[in-house]
């Protein structure tokens, strides 16, 4: 078994899968006493996982990859990549030039990429069913798909996010969905326009993570910080931490 530092751990049903370095992925049937790794088809930096279900699972990493597997977590297919996450932004910012706002200065960003031939990483992952799921990462990416990751669709031109902030954290609850990123932003999506829109928090250091629960919103980051809100994502307090 590797030796490498893991970087993140989600539940499949009982069992535990955990993600690392080096396209490590370790399983657990017994609570964490014994592990064993998974088949994985890349080697990059897997940075998050998460299960909607025992069986099916996403995990996401550097290389723009995102991974799936449908037998908890035991085996793994390669659903997208940063060269296909690419293209498929190309393709959509060009068919949709005279839609989207501001289509040709996406375009050139992911064209520039193309010419220097690079990927941006995606950091996080979620799932709010077995068929829709989105995955975020630097310099404002963000892709969604409908069909389980059969199919992904880039939802840049849908951020307000005009300094192109990394989004580290993506979670969901009760059909609201919430990222996390850089200067304190946190963003919650609008069901009317689908719009991804910005909210300050009493912060302007980076969030790594958000996550909602019955409780209300919880966002953290460095320097201790830590906010909830209890109203959506629309005001925020600092929560008290030991």
Do not use: C
Request: proline share 3%; aromatic share 10%.
């Amino acid at each position: 078994m590797l030796a490498s530092p893991m970087l993140a751990v989600a539940n499949a049903g009982e069992r535990l899968v955990a993600v690392g370095l080096r396209g490590a992925i370790l399983v657990s049937d017994d609570q964490g006493g014994s592990w064993s790794q998974a088949q994985v088809p890349v080697s990059v930096d897997l940075v998050a996982v998460t299960f909607v279900s025992a069986m099916q699972g996403w995990v996401v990493g550097h290389g723009g990859v995102v991974l799936h597997s449908n037998d908890a977590g035991a085996t793994w297919n390669k659903q997208l990549d940063g060269l296909q996450a690419r293209q498929l932004a190309i393709d959509f910012y060009t068919t949709n030039s005279e839609q989207v706002e501001d289509a040709a200065g996406y375009l050139d960003k992911e064209q520039r990429l193309s010419a220097d031939n690079e990927t941006q990483p995606f950091l996080d992952v979620y799932f709010a069913d077995e068929r829709h799921g989105f995955v975020v990462g630097t310099f404002n990416r963000i892709f969604a798909t409908q069909d389980g990751g059969g199919s992904w669709s880039p939802l840049m031109h849908l951020t307000n996010n005009p300094q192109e902030w990394h989004f580290y954290s993506v979670t969901g609850r009760n059909g609201q969905l919430f990222l996390s990123g850089e200067q304190g932003h946190v963003w919650r999506r609008d069901a009317q326009s689908e719009r991804f829109v910005s909210i300050d928090t009493p912060y302007n250091g980076t969030l790594f993570g958000v996550t909602a629960t019955e409780g209300g919103v919880y966002a953290h980051g460095l320097r201790r910080s830590s906010f909830r809100s209890l109203d959506e994502g629309q005001r925020w307090s600092r929560t008290k931490l030991p």
